[in-house]
T-cell receptor
Framework: GDSVTQMEGPVTLSEEAFLTINCTYT??????LFWYVQYPGEGLQLLLK?????DKGSNKGFEATYRKETTSFHLEKGSVQVSDSAVYFC???????????????FGRGTQLTVWP | KAGVTQTPRYLIKTRGQQVTLSCSPI?????VSWYQQTPGQGLQFLFE???????NKGNFPGRFSGRQFSNSRSEMNVSTLELGDSALYLC??????????????FGPGTRLTVL
């Protein structure tokens, strides 16, 4: 079935370190891919997205490239900050059919903690 | 533009009771989706509504139900609460029709605790 697998962490880094959070997917069709971030006590915020193969999503220094050949959408940031500490979720949606309408498929989330 | 709002933010109930949660989407958004978030199961899709019609439903028992009003506001109801229903319930809205490319905007969630 349709699913997302991401490294669960937790990931602990020092400020200015390089970040990679791996995400792979299984999808019956052509998904759109997303990274969401959740800060403590809050809902989810969209961090970036890519809607077709080879697209690169980017925002706030974070990047992810939609790799169809490896079914991956890894999140990267060159230099993390303490304020990046949060839980990161990889997610996908599929072209509309009954069982996928309005539905995001999420990975289990990766807790990132950045120390000063 | 106001974001997605959910009320109440926190709720404490006892087993066997029922509860109703409310979600007001971003103005102009017509699709509303609901998710349950727990430490054990992660984020799970409950259902999606568009133009007052449920178009999609996740794998939850019939105790979980919802509806959408003509102004796109949505409610979800859980009857006969169980301890395992304790979770953060998130609502998300999208424009215009919940198509895959449409970004889903999330509310802050309602934290339900069942005692």
């Amino acid at each position: 079935g349709d699913s997302v697998t991401q490294m669960e962490g937790p990931v602990t880094l020092s400020e200015e370190a390089f970040l990679t959070i791996n995400c792979t997917y299984t999808a019956t069709g052509y998904p759109s891919l997303f990274w969401y971030v959740q800060y403590p006590g809050e809902g989810l915020q969209l961090l970036l997205k890519a809607t077709k193969a080879d697209d690169k999503g980017s925002n706030k220094g974070f990047e992810a490239t939609y790799r169809k050949e490896t079914t991956s959408f890894h999140l990267e940031k060159g230099s993390v900050q303490v304020s990046d500490s949060a839980v990161y979720f990889c997610a996908l949606t599929l072209m509309g059919r009954g069982s996928t309408l309005g539905r995001l498929y999420f990975g289990r989330g990766t807790q990132l903690t950045v120390w000063p | 533009k106001a974001g997605v709002t959910q009320t109440p933010r926190y709720l404490i109930k006892t087993r066997g009771q029922q509860v109703t949660l409310s979600c007001s989407p971003i103005s102009g958004h017509r699709s509303v989706s609901w998710y349950q978030q727990t430490p054990g199961q992660g984020l799970q899709f409950l259902f999606e509504y568009f133009s007052e019609t449920q178009r999609n439903k996740g794998n939850f028992p019939g105790r979980f139900s919802g509806r959408q009003f003509s102004n796109s506001r949505s409610e979800m109801n859980v009857s006969t609460l169980e301890l395992g229903d304790s979770a953060l319930y998130l609502c998300a809205s999208s424009f215009p029709a919940g198509q895959p490319r449409d970004e889903q905007f999330f509310g802050p969630g309602t934290r339900l605790t069942v005692l």
